[in-house]
């Protein structure tokens, strides 16, 4: 009899498991489709701000053939500041990874469209200039090793970018991000917050990925 007890508590605790990782996928599988069907309604000006961004990496460095003199790149390794090197590897991915998504993608990029929506699409243009000014300095090798670390950081901040200029539409004309809708300004804004809650899963995922590939690079040129 007590074994028949043990052997049902146990089979009903095996169910309740069974049932709440069953809960906890259907609710991330919920949550990942709903930020992907976020960045999908927004696809076309997706591609708009991706060519934005890669366009101004492309003319700046372009231009910076004409402007500055490129160096000849003599195989010495590439210096990086001692108090980097000396971290622990999540330390520095850590680090890398904060600094990108809080100050460089949130602060610099998403914040400004927030307050006029155009912002965001010129912070990040300035920002990809600054990138192609830096890439022309580099020898062909190590630009091609920085190129994984820059799409990978690029789509995320593309997508900061498509944040604040939903933000920023959102209480300036409601009605077109939200056609057919009603939407006063502040539901508007509000709906826009929620919907940038689910890019921003994407921008975090990106510019994560980013963190780890980009230590990993700037270690191995280093040694």
């Not at 997706?46 to 003199?69: K, M």
């Not at 990108?100 to 699409?121: A, C, D, E, I, Y």
């Not at 009603?182 to 940038?196: H, M």
Request: some cysteine; proline content about 4%.
């Amino acid at each position: 009899m007590h074994a028949c007890i043990t052997s049902c508590a146990l089979e009903s605790g095996l169910n309740m498991a069974r049932r709440t990782v069953f809960d906890e996928q259907t609710l991330f599988k919920g949550f990942f489709g709903s930020c992907l069907s976020c960045v999908s309604r927004r696809s076309w000006v997706l591609a708009i701000v991706n060519c934005v961004y890669f366009g101004c990496i492309f003319v700046a460095t372009v231009l910076g053939q004409f402007l500055y003199r490129q160096l000849p790149y003599t195989g010495e390794p590439f210096g990086v500041g001692e108090f980097f090197l000396g971290l622990d590897w999540p330390l520095m991915i850590l680090s890398v990874f904060l600094f990108n998504l809080g100050l460089s993608g949130f602060v610099l990029v998403t914040l400004p469209g927030l307050v006029f929506f155009p912002l965001s699409v010129v912070a990040l243009g300035v920002r990809a200039a600054f990138w192609g000014l830096m890439l022309n300095q580099l020898p062909t090798p190590l630009f091609l090793v920085a190129f994984p670390t820059l799409i990978l950081e690029g789509e995320g901040y593309v997508l900061a970018a498509i944040c604040g200029t939903n933000l920023g539409l959102s209480w300036f004309r409601p009605g077109w991000v939200y056609k057919n809708k009603g939407f006063s300004r502040l539901e508007a804004l509000e709906t826009a917050s929620k919907d940038c809650v689910r890019i921003y899963f994407f921008v975090t995922l990106f510019l994560f990925v980013a963190a780890v590939v980009e230590v990993v690079t700037i270690v191995s040129i280093a040694s």
